[in-house]
């Protein structure tokens, strides 16, 4: 399977890792149909994903003074892009986010469904959740929401160095996406051509107090940090807006036979790879 790959970011870059000569970034920046349509036609993919996006620098609270580049790169490209992978017959992968859910589902478990109504608040999560609504109309478009991305290599999108950086963290339940078995659904996903929503989590929750557990238990024993409440954020001026907590399903995944594993079971083997990572990266330096 050849993919073209669009936006050169963390998680475009994890998959192209691992993907090695099937998958070829673009160089281009999508501004019209046509720039995303001469692409298409020059790779000859079989399948487009779309992993850029804007998140704002140093987070998403940089969203809510720049609204329209926001707008520009969470909803415009991504149905640029789509209209060129309508036309030349390309089955395209949208990444998205599952921060368009604040609190709980109206359903018994809390947990929110792949075709439930987003309630987002910021900027970042309304932009993502309106290319949803108009991406999911289309046929051959799959959409995979991810949630707090967890890896086994260090980086600044990495959850595990996000949470251990901060000298304040709030303890709050989430569904998480373990990278490594996001790249191999996110194959699976183009491979089968699966279209609509589907949330890419793994089963299961965690609280950010079992991650950070389990760094200070195998990475850092001196790490420590102070705890606060989701309300202390944004109140101690940590943040413009409180940040989405939710519970996801993924039940649409099993209809490919497609499945992810457990959390917890995930989790634990990714933290064993980051310390290894981590001691390369220290004699690296």
């Given at each position: 399977m050849k993919i073209l790959i669009i936006g050169k970011g963390y998680i475009g870059n994890r998959c192209k890792e691992a993907w090695g000569d099937e998958a070829i970034f673009s160089d281009c920046h999508?501004?019209?149909?046509h720039d995303a349509l001469d692409e298409i036609r020059k790779h000859q993919p079989d399948a487009v994903l779309n992993a850029a996006g804007v998140r704002g620098v140093p987070n998403v609270d940089?969203?809510?003074?720049?609204?329209?580049?926001?707008?520009?790169?969470?909803?415009?490209?991504?149905?640029?892009?789509?209209?060129?992978?309508q036309e030349a017959g390309v089955y395209m992968l949208h990444m998205g986010s599952g921060c368009i859910f604040y609190g709980e589902s109206p359903h018994e478990d809390n947990a929110w469904?792949?075709?439930?109504?987003?309630?987002?608040?910021p900027v970042y999560s309304r932009t993502k959740w309106a290319a949803d609504l108009a991406l999911s109309t289309l046929p051959n478009i799959g959409i995979g929401r991810i949630r707090m991305p967890i890896d086994w290599k260090p980086s600044a999108g990495n959850l595990i160095d996000k949470l251990a950086a901060f000298?304040?963290?709030?303890?709050?339940?989430?569904?998480v996406t373990i990278v490594d078995d996001m790249i191999d659904v996110f194959y699976q996903m183009m491979e089968k051509k699966a279209e609509g929503i589907f949330h890419v989590t793994?089963?299961?929750t965690m609280k950010h107090k079992e991650l950070l557990g389990l760094y200070k238990e195998m990475v850092d024993p001196t790490h420590s940090c102070q705890w606060i409440s989701n309300d202390d954020l944004v109140q101690q001026g940590l943040a413009k807006k409180g940040r989405s907590n939710n519970f996801?399903?993924?039940?649409?995944?099993?209809?490919?036979?497609?499945?992810?594993?457990?959390?917890?079971?995930?989790?634990?083997k990714t933290m064993e790879k980051y310390k290894e990572a981590k001691k390369i990266q220290v004699r690296e330096e």
């Open positions: 999508v501004e019209t149909k940089w969203c809510e003074e720049h609204q329209l580049q926001t707008i520009q790169g969470n909803t415009v490209m991504p149905l640029l892009l789509a209209q060129a992978c469904k792949e075709d439930d109504f987003g309630n987002p608040r000298p304040k963290v709030i303890d709050v339940e989430n569904s793994n089963p299961g996801l399903r993924n039940d649409r995944l099993a209809e490919y036979g497609i499945q992810m594993p457990a959390v917890q079971e995930s989790l634990k």
